[in-house]
């Protein structure tokens, strides 16, 4: 993977190419701010140019709450313009997949990590995982569950850390 960063004023962006025999795919993933959706246009022309596929950006997308804002300072969560309130362990949590987003956990490692002691029970671990899915909402994927292995940061799931919330995305 590669991290394109031309200017302040061009979101950055990943890009992952595979190759399986004679199938060629690229994978893009662009991070823009409030404001940027030209910048979204603009990569939609050269997808067309390319010949690929674009499906319809959804410029509402930030706006209907399917990102979340982590504000380490204040421990708090935002999805929207709305603050999730969080217990300390689900927070804790949350930010232990936030701060390793590709890597996988065990219910030991959590527990340790998280708890800060391997003597809670491992079904702790999947209380506070179903609790904090209901809080985020069903429909953002925050934990990506690997049946027999643990838990991740779902892959699908947009989360940005932010120092000043007010000032990257207004509130309300």
């Not at 979101?11 to 690229?26: I, Q, S």
């Not at 997808?47 to 979340?68: I, K, Q, T």
């Not at 390793?100 to 491992?122: C, E, I, K, M």
């Not at 953002?140 to 569950?145: A, E, G, K, Q, S």
């Amino acid at each position: 993977m590669r991290v394109v960063d031309v200017n302040r004023d061009v979101p950055v962006g990943e890009a992952e190419a595979r190759r399986v025999g004679e199938v060629l795919t690229v994978t893009v993933h662009l991070r823009i701010g409030p404001g940027a959706h030209e910048h979204v246009d603009l990569f939609a022309a050269l997808l067309a140019l390319l010949g690929g596929d674009w499906p319809p950006a959804s410029p509402s997308a930030r706006d209907s709450g399917a990102h979340l804002r982590v504000h380490p300072q204040a421990r708090a969560v935002y999805r929207g313009g709305a603050e999730i309130v969080l217990t300390r362990r689900e927070y804790d949590l949350l930010w232990c997949l936030v701060a390793n987003p590709r890597q996988v956990f065990t219910r030991a490692q959590l527990l340790d990590r998280v708890w800060g002691h391997p003597y809670a029970s491992p079904r702790s671990v999947d209380v506070h995982v179903r609790r904090l899915r209901a809080k985020v909402g069903a429909d953002l994927p925050v934990v990506t569950t690997l049946r027999g292995v643990g838990y991740r940061l779902g892959v699908d799931c947009s989360v940005e850390v932010v120092d000043d919330p007010a000032s990257n995305w207004p509130i309300g």
